[in-house]
Structure formats: structure tokens, C-alpha cells
């Protein structure tokens, strides 16, 4: 590693050398994203193109398309594609979370109503279903279409299972695939299809991104218990009050005794939580090491995610996307 | 017209005929509403199978399909992926209209929560999506990403301008065909493509679903006001009392006094509605007659449906299309 990459996040220096291409991504979301007659929908949009973020996703397709050698531009209509799956998910997450702030702002559904987010969502991803026509790749609309199921699929299950002792690190994992991988893997995955990469390739590039995604999720839960609030934005023990169970809590409850499983279920399933129960909890994962444990699991996701690397041909851009699975977790030590 | 024709309803001629085929579709839909991993997606879609519905939109595509010589059975699927969308849709408006019936049953955001609306209407969008990657065909996926995005657009647009005096009925036209038409459309075009059919033809399809979906809402919006109840299963004045500004008092708009615009303002735009207030609308409807100029409209665009169908091949189908077209105007006299 120079000095360049130990002080530069890998995603800032992956934006640079992508930034010509990161441009015309944005561009296209922009004039993809307006509508010509219904007035709310640039309204609403524009709100979320300002609220920014960093287009991890898009950029994983970027980079998978550079990496095998792309030089059409078929990979900036499925960058803006998978942005907007991403964006339209949102919308919808927050209407079935009745969240009032996403990365420090006002969410949609408050700033209008649950009618716009839900109806602006539905139109996102038609708008993105448009785009991916566009590329003329039926492999590709293929990979994106399996890709919107298990999202789908993975919100519902997490609605069921997330208050329910009875889940499991399986089910846990299906939910993970469903509300962050599926689309991480469909990224890069696609990036490779569209560039005509050969079989083994575009395997490895669906697991890196279904292994990148995967430690990226386990972390954000874990920082949910450990992180300070003023890197996250989000308070410690969000979760635990909004009786989510994440891993930290699954790896507990699978070893709880009678007295701790009655403490889990009243305040994970029933939700009768009081004063101290939050210490609480983090006595008994603390008892257990579970957090440690949930770390231990996100770096060997982020292993696995850079082992897949190794079939891929030597590029600055591996080189990126290898510190990129580091730095997914290194925030957590 | 035989006496066969007379006595029973075109569109259960249609189903009699196309009835080998419907079935495949509906086991074919019945199979890809499932999930192997949320129980929850099998629950609300198993309510909406069961609520039967006439199936109108896929019998579309089937017939289209069949006019047109098609041998291959990438026609049942096309007709399911139709269902699914309009099912998602319906799913979504419910959440978005906080309705409580459909159909004369209770909603699923009823039985179960605007959430599992929201998320399980997006599941049968993503499983609409892979089905009809399935059929292989990029222009039947360019077809129905527009129809989606139309759709969307629509909902969108009919939020904003239901209650908005503003609205004319060029407006009026875009939220029908995005509510009602453009799946009609996109069910007839689609299935003449998947056939193979010539570009006339295709076209011809489009006019014919475009016109029939039109003329179809505009019936539905004028029973609204002139339906019994027990016929439509809705409340004479529903829409009145909801505020949506349909075209029977969009007309009124066009030409009130001073007077009676101060009253389209009190009862649709701020919603202050008192007792005698939809008599009051009648009243000033049946002034300048609207209900009878909106028939007019409904009927022309039924003749326009009929007149489509000329290029298309001569066939027990098109005879049926033809009085389907007919039907839907009938009810209305």
C-alpha cells in the first residue's frame, strides 16, 4: 500500500479513478428520474438525488465493467438501473419502517406522505426496468430480475422474522442476501455480464459482491451495538428498540438460559422494553462475546469476498475493490 | 349475432374459448405467487387468487395471441406477468386509497398491514419481471417497462390532480390510460408480438387495447354517479365523497357559474362536504348534462376500439373482441 491508499478511503479513491464515468451515471439518473407530467415525481426525487450518499452500488458495476476490460456504455444505463432499484427500495423501506430520517434528513414519507413514497418507489423502478431494456442484454435483465425477487422476498421475511426468536443465522442470512447482497451481487455481477467477461469471472464477481454485501450488513448491525453515534449517525441500540433481531442478539438468544430468553422475548418479541434494559442486553452479548463473535463473521465474509478476487485480472481497480472489502470492516476495530 | 351471443357476456365467451389456456395461466400463477422462504407472500396473494376477479387483462393477451396464429406457449406467460402487475397495482392502490374492500372483500392492508401491501405488491412486480424474461422476447420487455412506467406516472399524477379543479380532461385522459389503459394496451400489443404479428397488426392491437381500456374507466366513472349499487357493488356518489375529480364533474367544471365553481371548490378541493351535497351535484351535472356527453365520450372510444380490429385477421376472437368493446358502453344505457 502507498500512502495514498492508507489515507484515502478506497470508495473515494475508486470514485476518482471512475469519476468520468460516475459522471455520466449521475447525469442520467438525473434526467431519468424527472417526469413530464406528474409534477410531485421530480419533486420527490430531486429530494433524494440532493440527499446524495456515496453510489457505492452503481460504482461496483463501474468497476466490474472497467475491470474486465468494457469499453461500450451500456454499464452507465446499468449503473443508473441498479441506483435506482436501490432508491426506489428505500422509498418503500421507509414507508414499511415509518422512518422519519435517512442520512440526516427528513425521509420522504414525512416530507409528503406514505401515497408519494410508495407511488414515486413504483415509478423508480419502472424507470429502471426501462433502462435495463435498454441494454439489450436479456442475461442481464435475467440477473436483475432474480435480483428484485429476493429483495423483495428478503423485506417480507425480515418483517416476519425480525421479531421472532425462532430466527436463525440461516434466516438471518437470507434477510442480509435479500436487504443488501442480492443487489451488491446483481452490481457487479451484471458489470461483468455487460462487458462480456467469461463464466468463471462473472462467478467471481457475483461472489464478491454477494460476500462484500453480506460483511457490509453483519457490520452495519454490529456498529448498531458498538459504533459511536457520531460516525453512524444512528444511536446505539437503534435496533434493539425497534426490537430488530441482528446477529449480535440471534448469537445470544442461541445460547440463552431460561431467564435470558424471557428477557429477549419480552422486550425483542413482545416489545415491553424499560429503563436499563438496553445495558442489559449488552451485558448478556457482552457474557457471551457475541459482538466479537458477529465481528469475527464479517471479516471472514470479507475474506471470502476477496478470495473471489483472485480469478479476476490484475488491475488497479481489484486492487480497489480488495482494500474496499478491508475497509468495510475495518471500521469495526 | 347468434342467440349464444346475445344471452351470454362477451367476456365469458372469451373464457369459454380461450378456456384450455386460461387454466395454464392461472396454475402458472398460482405456482410463481408462491415463496419458499416468507409464509407471509403466500398468505396475501393466496386472498387475492381467491378473490377470483374475471381475469380480463391476461385474457386479453391470450386472445391477441390466439388472433394472431400464435403456436408457442410463451403467450401464458405474458398473460400471468400481465395479472401479477395488475395485481401489484392493485395491491399498492389500496395502501395508497387506505381502502378497505375490494371486490366486496376486505383489503389485504386491512387483514393484514399497509406494510405487507407494500412489500408483497413489489415481490409480484419482481416474479412479473422474471416471467417475462422468460418469454425471451426484448420488445415484449420494452412493451411492459413502458406500460410500468406509464402506470406509475399515472398513480402519481391522479394523487395530485384528483383533487385539483385545475384538472382538464387532457389530464383526466393521461391518469385514465395510466390507471386503466396502458396495461390494456400493453396486454393486446404484447400478445400480438410474442405471435410474431406484423407491425400493422401490432399497432392495430395497441389502438384496440388503448381505446377499450378507456372506454372502460370512463364507464366505470360515470356508474360512479348513474350505477346501482347492487350492479357495481359500490355506493352511488363513492367518488364524490372521496373528492376524485372524474370526467362527469370535470365537465360541470368546464362551464360553472361563479356559484357552482365555489362549490366544486368547497366539496372537491377543501373536501367541506355537508348533507344534500352530492344531490347539489347531481343537480348541477344534470344541468348541463354531463352524464350524457360522458357516455358519449365512453362510446366513441368503444368505436374506436371496434374500428381497430379491422386489419386484424377475420376469427371467432375478433368477433368477441368487437362485442367485448360493445359490452362496455352497453352497461351504461
Given at each position: 500500500?502507498?500512502?495514498?491508499?492508507v489515507?484515502?478511503?478506497?470508495?473515494?479513491?475508486?470514485?476518482?479513478?471512475?469519476?468520468?464515468?460516475?459522471?455520466?451515471?449521475?447525469?442520467?439518473?438525473?434526467?431519468?428520474?424527472?417526469?413530464?407530467?406528474?409534477?410531485?415525481?421530480?419533486?420527490?426525487?430531486?429530494?433524494?438525488?440532493?440527499?446524495?450518499?456515496?453510489?457505492?452500488?452503481?460504482?461496483?458495476?463501474?468497476?466490474?465493467?472497467?475491470?474486465?476490460?468494457?469499453?461500450?456504455?451500456?454499464?452507465?444505463?446499468?449503473?443508473?438501473?441498479?441506483?435506482?432499484?436501490?432508491?426506489?427500495?428505500?422509498?418503500?423501506?421507509?414507508?414499511?419502517?415509518?422512518?422519519?430520517?435517512?442520512?440526516?434528513?427528513?425521509?420522504?414519507?414525512?416530507?409528503?406522505?406514505n401515497?408519494?413514497?410508495?407511488?414515486?418507489?413504483?415509478?423508480?423502478?419502472?424507470r429502471?426496468?426501462?433502462?435495463?431494456?435498454?441494454?439489450?442484454?436479456?442475461?442481464?435483465?435475467?440477473?436483475?430480475?432474480n435480483?428484485?425477487?429476493?429483495?423483495?422476498?428478503?423485506?417480507?421475511?425480515?418483517?416476519?422474522?425480525?421479531?421472532?426468536l425462532?430466527?436463525?443465522?440461516?434466516?438471518?442470512?437470507?434477510?442480509?442476501?435479500g436487504?443488501?447482497?442480492?443487489?451488491?451481487?446483481?452490481?457487479?455481477?451484471?458489470?461483468?455480464?455487460?462487458?462480456?467477461?467469461?463464466?468463471?469471472?462473472?462467478?467471481?464477481?457475483?461472489?464478491?459482491?454477494?460476500?462484500?454485501?453480506?460483511?457490509?450488513?453483519?457490520?452495519d448491525?454490529?456498529?448498531?451495538?458498538?459504533?459511536?453515534?457520531?460516525?453512524?449517525?444512528?444511536?446505539?441500540?437503534?435496533?434493539?428498540?425497534?426490537?430488530?433481531?441482528?446477529?449480535?442478539?440471534?448469537?445470544?438468544?442461541?445460547?440463552?438460559?431460561?431467564?435470558?430468553?424471557?428477557?429477549?422475548?419480552?422486550?425483542?418479541?413482545?416489545?415491553?422494553?424499560?429503563?436499563?434494559?438496553?445495558?442489559?442486553a449488552?451485558?448478556?452479548?457482552?457474557?457471551?462475546?457475541?459482538?466479537?463473535?458477529?465481528?469475527?463473521?464479517?471479516?471472514?465474509?470479507?475474506?471470502?469476498?476477496?478470495?473471489?478476487?483472485?480469478?479476476?485480472?490484475?488491475?488497479?481497480?481489484?486492487d480497489?475493490?480488495?482494500?474496499?472489502?478491508?475497509?468495510?470492516?475495518?471500521?469495526?476495530?
Open positions: 500500500m502507498n500512502i495514498n491508499t489515507t484515502t478511503k478506497p470508495h473515494d479513491r475508486m470514485a476518482k479513478a471512475l469519476s468520468h464515468e460516475m459522471e455520466a451515471v449521475n447525469s442520467l439518473i438525473r434526467t431519468r428520474m424527472a417526469s413530464e407530467h406528474a409534477p410531485r415525481i421530480p419533486e420527490v426525487t430531486a429530494h433524494l438525488v440532493e440527499a446524495g450518499g456515496k453510489r457505492l452500488r452503481p460504482m461496483l458495476t463501474l468497476a466490474a465493467a472497467r475491470l474486465c476490460g468494457y469499453e461500450g456504455d451500456h454499464h452507465i444505463r446499468l449503473a443508473a438501473t441498479v441506483e435506482f432499484i436501490h432508491t426506489a427500495t428505500l422509498l418503500h423501506d421507509d414507508v414499511v419502517d415509518e422512518s422519519a430520517q435517512r442520512r440526516g434528513r427528513p425521509t420522504a414519507n414525512l416530507l409528503w406522505d401515497k408519494s413514497s410508495v407511488l414515486v418507489g413504483d415509478y423508480l423502478f419502472a429502471s426496468f426501462q433502462l435495463m431494456v435498454e441494454t439489450g442484454s436479456l442475461r442481464v435483465l435475467d440477473i436483475l430480475a435480483a428484485s425477487a429476493t429483495i423483495a422476498e428478503g423485506e417480507v421475511l425480515q418483517m416476519t422474522a425480525a421479531q421472532d425462532r430466527t436463525d443465522e440461516s434466516v438471518y442470512l437470507q434477510v442480509v442476501r436487504k443488501t447482497a442480492a443487489l451488491f451481487s446483481a452490481a457487479t455481477e451484471s458489470g461483468g455480464v455487460i462487458a462480456g467477461a467469461e463464466d468463471a469471472q462473472v462467478q467471481a464477481l457475483f461472489d464478491y459482491g454477494d460476500a462484500l454485501g453480506i460483511a457490509f450488513q453483519i457490520a448491525d454490529l456498529l448498531d451495538y458498538q459504533g459511536d453515534s457520531a460516525a453512524t449517525g444512528k444511536n446505539v441500540g437503534d435496533d434493539f428498540r425497534e426490537r430488530k433481531l441482528t446477529l449480535p442478539v440471534i448469537k445470544a438468544v442461541a445460547q440463552a438460559t431460561e431467564e435470558e430468553r424471557a428477557f429477549w422475548q419480552r422486550t425483542i418479541e413482545k416489545g415491553r422494553q424499560q429503563d436499563g434494559d438496553l445495558e442489559q449488552l451485558a448478556i452479548m457482552g457474557k457471551y462475546d457475541t459482538l466479537t463473535a458477529t465481528r469475527v463473521d464479517a471479516e471472514a465474509w470479507a475474506e471470502k469476498a476477496k478470495a473471489a478476487l483472485d480469478v479476476l485480472p490484475e488491475h488497479e481497480i481489484r480497489m475493490l480488495r482494500d474496499l472489502a478491508d475497509y468495510v470492516v475495518a471500521r469495526l476495530s
